[in-house]
């Protein structure tokens, strides 16, 4: 015979249950139960593929939150061909990895720092798989934002294009059948001028001038030249050596004694030098004397006969 079930055993067991439920949800999401999170709507041109719900939100490249439904359109005119994201930030996790405090929750505070460039994009979490994720930034250089929201539902973060789609735009721009023309008269322009040349010309002045080239080198005038070269080289290689120390101590011991000797020279021609004042008497007495000889030649040719009679003394005065 079976024992009977204890009624209050087992709610005990089913308490106990309940309690150790209760403290795992409690200890396994203390996390979410005390943090703050603020949701986003953010608008993106082209395509949300490779965008998965729970993708990461980064600043600065540190994880704050997570992308938490993605939208074909939503509150947005019908031309409009935005995708929107809504986006979950974590308050507490962007609190831990900074200590510029900022209300997420005040609107004011976000169109302020929407103000200073605050700017969402869409960048490659895994360039292997493809995955998206959302990127924000502050970029005071950021284009003016441009708002997709009819009614104001969420706060609305304004993006920029990413990278990838600049450049696709900027491909759209290009006139590729333009250049495609352009590149098309340039071959054509290049071949008429390829045609246009005298190969066989070229190719036989190229034969004659290497021809030249070929005769010049082995000509024995070339030969001879180099080989007086060499010898001219040689000889004064041969000349360098047998100068040694003692004959350039007797070079200079010759010109310090020419050195002297010019001094000595220079000396003596100067103006108030004893050499110079006997030249200059010498030549006072030679010209004197010249003068007396001028002189008497003068007296000769008036009294030829003064050389029998001698010279005839003065009358006397009555």
């Known amino acids: 015979m079976s024992k009977k079930a204890n009624p209050t055993v087992i709610g005990v067991f089913i308490l106990a249950g309940v309690v150790l439920g209760v403290a795992g ?14 949701k986003y709507i953010l608008y993106f041109e082209g395509s949300m593929k490779g965008m998965n719900i729970g993708a990461p939100v980064q600043l600065k490249g540190v994880t704050i939150g997570s992308v938490v439904d ?8 019908l031309d409009d061909q935005s995708s929107p994201l809504i986006i979950e930030i974590d308050e507490t996790m962007l609190h831990t990895h900074t200590d510029r405090r900022a209300d997420l929750a005040s609107k004011k505070d976000v169109d302020e720092l929407i103000a200073r460039g605050l700017r969402g994009k869409l960048d490659a979490a895994s360039f292997v798989t493809g995955v998206l994720m959302v990127e ?13 929201q009819l009614e104001p539902e969420y706060v609305e973060i304004p993006t920029t294009p990413t990278t990838i789609e600049i450049l696709l735009a900027n491909l759209g721009k290009i006139d590729i059948k333009g250049m495609g023309d352009k590149l098309n008269s340039i071959l054509g ?17 190229v034969t004659n ?35 040694d120390t003692n004959t350039l101590v007797q070079v200079q011991a010759t010109l310090a004694d020419l050195r002297v000797t010019v001094q000595g020279l220079s000396t003596m021609v100067a103006p108030d030098s004893p050499l110079q004042t006997e030249l200059t008497g010498a030549l006072d007495q030679l010209s004197n004397a010249a003068r007396s000889i001028a002189e008497l030649t ?19 005065k009555p």
């Open 189 to 205: 322009k290049l071949d008429n001028g390829l045609g246009n040349l005298d190969v066989k010309a070229i190719n036989t002045g």
């Open 298 to 316: 003068e007296f000769l040719k008036r009294n030829p006969n003064a050389l029998i009679t001698g010279r005839t003394p003065p009358k006397e």
């Open 136 to 148: 924000l930034s502050i970029n005071p250089d950021a284009p003016p934002p441009v708002f997709h």
């Open 70 to 77: 993605v939208y074909i359109s939503h509150n947005q005119a």
């Open 25 to 38: 949800l409690i200890i396994f999401s203390s996390g979410n139960l005390f943090s703050k999170k603020h």
């Open 209 to 243: 001038l290497l021809a030249s080239l070929d005769r010049t080198v082995n000509s024995s005038e070339l030969s001879n030249s180099i080989i007086s070269l060499h010898q001219t080289l040689d000889n004064f290689g041969a000349l360098a050596k047998n100068i």
